[in-house]
């Protein structure tokens, strides 16, 4: 069987949206994309996280269905994001180390 390769493609219209929003005064903004994990962005001292994956959902099987992040967030003094991917297994869904 060929291996799938992937690209997750970041619409320019989002991006144009997005920064536009912390323009504003926004500090975090977060998008979901199609089902699979996709980009984040420093834009000025904000961050843009452009997909998250599928936290759990039970269609298919495959690396790009099975993973997504967590995100932790830490608004003190200076914004902090950090990622936790987990993946989705026949046992459950894991936090990966």
């Known amino acids: 069987m060929a291996k799938k390769n992937i690209t997750v493609i970041l619409h320019p219209d989002l991006q144009k949206v997005c920064r536009k929003i912390l323009e504003k005064g926004a500090v975090l903004v977060v998008c979901q994309h199609n089902h699979c994990i996709g980009t984040y962005e420093k834009y000025y001292d904000s961050t843009i996280v452009y997909g998250q994956g599928n936290f759990i ?3 298919g099987s495959n690396s790009y269905w099975d993973t997504s992040l967590l995100i932790q967030v830490d608004f003190s ?3 902090k994001v950090e990622y936790i991917p987990i993946q989705r297994t026949k046992q459950g869904t ?4």
Not at 94 to 97: F, G, K, L, R
């Open 94 to 97: 894991a936090v990966i180390y």
């Open 77 to 79: 003094d200076v914004l």
């Open 57 to 59: 959902f039970n269609k």
